[in-house]
């Protein structure tokens, strides 16, 4: 099985928070990243949190993370139709910072 | 705007064929990253560089050839593909290739193999 999971879909109202979830396996990762792709592009660095930390706010974005269940999320405050997207969550392995990522989540952000 | 430039955006060859991807950052950046992702699905890494050095070949078909020839450029050397090396490529680079260094990403080369 994959070593990072992450539920297939998520809609949402224009206005609302999301809140995407994602579990990994690995106990010695030590970073955490979220990253956002739109159709036809590349990855976008969203944010990353070290394991030590519960939790990290930037601008709309905040990430949760519960080092004991090995659960992450990450909640998009106020999501706008630019927010629709797939978003990845990845643990990176300190050897050669290898990233693992999970399957992806399709937000579909409705008016 | 992404800081890390791939060309061709697109690129279409048969399986006789040799073309390049390009991929160029003008960050600092000394770790280079090479991915590919087919639809639907996650990217997989296939080769790291470090200091312009491979340190990391995930077990790729010798039909992708990577090389740095500076710390500023990643090239993927492609030749004899096949059908299922259809898929977007992506290169990522990063300060080091250690813990905690984000990895920043292009907007891919979408390759199709005839």
């Known amino acids: 099985g994959e070593d990072v999971e992450q539920s297939l879909f998520l809609s949402v109202r224009e206005g609302d928070s999301s809140v995407i979830n994602c579990t990994y396996t690995?106990?010695?990762?030590?970073?955490l990243y979220w990253y956002k792709q739109e159709p036809g592009a590349g990855l976008q660095l969203l944010t990353y949190i070290f394991s030590n930390m519960d939790m990290k706010q930037d601008q709309r974005l905040t990430v949760l993370l519960n080092k004991k269940d090995k659960h992450l999320s990450l909640r998009i405050a106020d999501t706008q139709t630019g927010d629709s997207a797939i978003y990845f969550c990845?643990?990176?392995?300190?050897?050669?910072?290898?990233?693992?990522f999970g399957g992806g989540t399709r937000v579909l952000v409705k008016p | 705007d992404t800081e890390v430039t791939q060309t061709p955006k697109h690129l279409v060859m048969g399986m006789t064929n040799k073309k390049s991807l390009k991929c160029e950052q003008h960050m600092g950046h000394r770790a280079m990253y090479w991915y590919k992702q087919k639809a639907k699905k996650p990217p997989e890494l296939m080769f790291v560089?470090?200091?312009?050095?491979?340190?990391i070949n995930e077990s790729v078909p010798s039909r992708f050839s990577p090389e740095c020839p500076n710390s500023s450029l990643l090239n993927l050397h492609l030749h004899a593909l096949q059908p299922e090396d259809s898929a977007l490529y992506l290169c990522?680079?990063?300060?080091?290739?250690?813990?905690?260094?984000?990895?920043?990403f292009g907007d891919g080369t979408r390759l199709s193999i005839l």
């Open positions: 690995d106990s010695s990762s030590t970073y």
């Open positions: 990845a643990e990176g392995k300190a050897a050669g910072n290898k990233l693992t």
């Open positions: 990522a680079s990063s300060q080091v290739a250690g813990e905690g260094q984000p990895q920043h």
């Open positions: 560089y470090s200091y312009e050095k491979l340190s």
